[in-house]
């Protein structure tokens, strides 16, 4: 059984940054791909960004440039670097990984106020 959990998240002004972490139970070599999603109240839980063992990152038009994914291969551990922040970023952030099967974790609350 894998587990992902969330932490970093909080409420911060519009124009701040926040730095979310995800910290897997296992070697996040073994995770891959590993992602980050969020989901708005009333709304579809959506794709923010992910990132592949081999370097590869893919990211929501709405977040590039402003959200960086990383991995900490050391610690286990995926980031989510979000600079630039909006009103309509706020959400519940999962973090969220393939191995044998898909993991979630529980996700974190990330408010922004405008």
């Known amino acids: 059984q894998v587990q992902l959990v969330e932490s970093g998240g909080g409420l911060v002004q519009a124009g701040g940054s926040l730095r979310l972490s995800c910290a897997a139970s296992?070697?996040?070599?073994?995770?891959?791909?590993m992602a980050w999603y969020r989901q708005a109240p009333g709304k579809q839980r959506e794709l923010v960004a992910a990132s592949d063992t081999g370097g590869n990152t893919n990211y929501a038009r709405s977040v590039k440039g402003r959200f960086t994914i990383s991995r900490d291969y050391a610690k286990n551990t995926v980031y989510l670097q979000m600079n630039g922040l909006k009103s309509e970023d706020t959400g519940v952030y999962y973090c969220h990984g393939v191995l044998t099967a898909q993991y979630w974790g529980q996700g974190t609350q990330v408010t922004v106020s405008s």
């Open positions: 296992v070697s996040i070599v073994s995770i891959n791909p």
